[in-house]
C-alpha cells in the first residue's frame, strides 16, 4: 500500500503561486508515476500533469502547460506541483496520485492510490 497525503492549498488572487506537496509513504518503491489531478463542482476529474517517481520525466495537461510545474524530492518521498499565474478557472480540489504500472497517466482510473485532496481557490 502507498498513502499520500496533499498540502499547500489555498486561496489566492488571479496571477498568485501556490506550491502543493504530496508526501508517500508505505511501498514507495513501487510507485512509477506520480500525477495531480482536479475537480471542480459538477465537473468530472481532469489530469493536470504527472513525474516519473525514478526518471523524473514531467507531463502536462494543454491548460496548465507553461504555467505548472512538477518535482520530484525522492529522498523526501515527496512531489511538488509549483503553480504559476493562476486564473480562476483553475479553481478546484487538487489531488495527488500513484500508480505502480504503465498504464495510461493521464486517465485517472490508471491509479491505485490517492490522497484525500487540496482546495486550490482562484479569486478574480
Known amino acids: 500500500q502507498v498513502q499520500l497525503v496533499e498540502s499547500g492549498g489555498g486561496l489566492v488572487q488571479a496571477g498568485g503561486s501556490l506550491r502543493l506537496s504530496c508526501a508517500a509513504s508505505g511501498r514507495t518503491f513501487s510507485i512509477y508515476d506520480v500525477g495531480w489531478f482536479r475537480q471542480a463542482p459538477g465537473k468530472e476529474r481532469e489530469f493536470v500533469a504527472a513525474i516519473g517517481w525514478y526518471s523524473g520525466n514531467t507531463y502536462y495537461a494543454d491548460s496548465v502547460k507553461g504555467r505548472f510545474t512538477c518535482s520530484r524530492d525522492n529522498a523526501k518521498n515527496t512531489v511538488y506541483l509549483q503553480m504559476n499565474s493562476l486564473k480562476p478557472e483553475d479553481t478546484a480540489v487538487y489531488y495527488c496520485?500513484?500508480?505502480?504500472?504503465?498504464?495510461?497517466?493521464?486517465?485517472?482510473?490508471?491509479?491505485?492510490?490517492w490522497g484525500q485532496g487540496t482546495q486550490v481557490t482562484v479569486s478574480s
Open positions: 496520485a500513484a500508480k505502480n504500472s504503465g498504464l495510461t497517466r493521464s486517465r485517472p482510473d490508471s491509479y491505485n492510490y
